[in-house]
């Protein structure tokens, strides 16, 4: 019988959203506990373990925030609660775990109202359940409503908001009026559409929950690099420069300029087109400029306004296409005017395709020597025969 209305709870709740959602719980749980009462003696951390699932070391951690209960009474109804949304014991014992004061949540006046909230906004039961699991403590809060009606908005869909949620939580317990809808206005101002946006805040949910000051300071630093409002690579610079100061991005383009010979407007060229430059590392840069000037003979202009060049995997692709293209020239198989550079950037089986596959019966050891290549297991020529 219990378990039974356990599990309907959430239906009647979702079936019934003109009614008050405490009312129902409340008839709801005092029939699935009629004589729930305090008890002094009642033992927090054997509840833990015996009916959340916790193991002995987690239910003692737990136990130090529960210190307070003296009954069952508000946990049963919570997991009562959580039972209806259909979570597992798993998912249970998981989510205790990590957040113990869940288990002091109001059904009646916090969960439930939460629940009639979020279906009235189109979540289904499975959404809902999702969300528990992902916000945990803001789940606690109802504004968690108004946080999530807007955030659907801005990213189109609950799936679309999805991944930000996983990386943080911020966006649904930040002050909605004072400090997200502010951030999203000036980000519009900047030329960024609703589209982009999202597309930030899923890298970097912390953006819109951040003091609007220090959003400000990203655009200054796009700006900064080269990288007007408005344009196509201004989203993609505000990623590149999000956790960098004005000094560190000073001594990184000073680094450019050491490792790949380049002037000042040259560095600027390269991050107006490859704003990501800021976030490599400099051995990997140094490694990069070493083999494509010293081996491949690029000029440093050249490289500067070809900045993709330094996005490709050293080992995995720039060596092992490069003695491709070179062999193919040395032995007539390739056009000598061929760029090596069109070669980089295909796709995989495009470059297979059009590289490899026409050259195996007069060049039997090019596949073979190719995927060596790309393990960085660079023979010391290719062979022909």
Known sequence: MLLRLRCSILTHLISSPSASPASQLHRLFSAAAPGASSNASFAVEEYLVATCGLTRPQALKASAKLSHLKSPSKPDAVLAFLAGLGFSAADVAALVAKDPKFLCASVEKTLGPVVVGLTGLGLSRSEIARLVSLSHAQFRCISIVSNLHYCLRLFGSFENLLPALRLGKCLLSADLETVVKPNVAFLRECGLGDCDIAKLSIAHPWLLASNIDRVRAMVTHAEDIGVP????????????????????????AEHLKKAFRWSDAEVGIALS?????LTRSNQTLESKSEFLISEVGFEPAYIAHHPALLTYSLEGRIISRYYVVKF???????????????????????????????????????????????RGEVPTRFKFT
Request: proline letters at 3%; aromatic letters at 10%.
């Open 328 to 374: 193919l020239k040395e032995n007539g198989l390739l056009d000598h005017n061929r760029s090596y550079y069109s070669a980089v950037t295909l796709m995989e089986k495009v470059f297979v395709d059009k590289y490899i596959c026409p050259h195996k019966e007069v060049a039997l050891y090019l596949a073979e020597d190719y995927g060596a290549a790309c």
């Open 273 to 277: 087109k490859l704003p990501s430059v």
């Open 229 to 252: 409002r408005g344009s196509r690579m201004f989203r993609h610079a505000m990623r590149a420069v999000k956790f960098l100061s004005k000094e560190k991005i000073a001594a990184k």
